[in-house]
């Protein structure tokens, strides 16, 4: 059973780069008709979704964020991650990996738990 | 971007009640429309998918229904554990979009 972990720090000052890394575990990254994604939700808010990539390095972004957004992977790791430049209050949020299952209706089939993510000085 | 609205943005029902709730796109979106069950400081939970499709492991106290604009996630019995915040979510297009959700809490 594939599991999903986000991790990285949970404290950023503004202007700065968050980064965050998401470890698959119970599976392999490169196997299947999947993408991976980061999916995030600030408090009180609804869910945004950031971005989405293949294991051949091809990506997808939100316009609302593509400008300031890097989704990267790692396969010999199992991992993808994120960063998110120039960053503000705004992006105060819970961020979340998950995996796409585009094989049918694309959908998110598994999930991280979640990781708070505090932009403050 | 496909807007996705849902209602009730909240609802108060007892064990054992029959809960609807309906989430319409802003334009048509075929059966390209899934359901999550999401709690507290847990993973989203993937309910149904392609509008009516069971993901196994899903009690079949749940169901969907619905296609182009507008869709409806039923629970037939609700139990204690399904108390929770439900989003749908369009996949028909990117970027991905989510309804605003919708709580269901112990009346």
């Known amino acids: 059973q594939v599991q999903l972990q986000e991790s990285g720090p949970g404290l950023v000052k503004p202007s700065q780069t968050l980064s965050l890394t998401c470890t698959v575990s119970?599976?392999?990254?490169?196997?299947?008709?999947?993408?991976w994604s980061w999916i995030r939700q600030p408090a009180g808010k609804g869910l945004e979704w950031i971005g989405r990539?293949?294991?051949?390095?091809?990506?997808n972004y939100n316009p609302s964020l593509k400008s300031r957004v890097t989704i990267s992977v790692d396969t010999s790791k199992n991992q993808f991650s994120l960063k998110l430049s120039s960053v503000t209050a705004a992006d105060t949020a819970v961020y979340y990996c998950?995996?796409?299952?585009?094989?049918?209706?694309?959908?998110?089939?598994?999930w991280g738990q979640g990781t708070l993510v505090t932009v403050s000085s | 971007d496909i807007q996705m609205t849902q209602s009730p943005s909240s609802l108060s029902a007892s064990v054992g009640d029959r809960v609807t709730i309906t989430c319409r796109a802003s334009?048509?979106?075929?059966?390209?429309l899934n359901w999550y069950q999401h709690k507290p400081g847990k993973a989203p939970k993937l309910l149904i998918y392609?509008?009516?499709s069971l993901q196994s492991g899903v009690p079949s106290r749940f169901s969907g229904s619905g296609s182009g604009t507008d869709f409806t996630l039923t629970i037939s019995s609700l139990q204690p554990e399904d108390f929770a915040t439900y989003y749908c979510?369009?996949?028909?297009?990117?970027?991905?979009?989510f309804g605003p959700g919708t709580k269901v809490d112990i009346k």
């Open positions: 990539i293949y294991t051949s390095g091809s990506t």
């Open positions: 334009q048509s979106i075929s059966s390209y």
């Open positions: 392609a509008a009516s």
């Open positions: 119970g599976g392999s990254i490169s196997s299947g008709s999947y993408y």
């Open positions: 998950a995996r796409l299952d585009f094989g049918g209706n694309s959908e998110f089939d598994c």
């Open positions: 979510q369009q996949s028909y297009s990117t970027p991905f979009t």
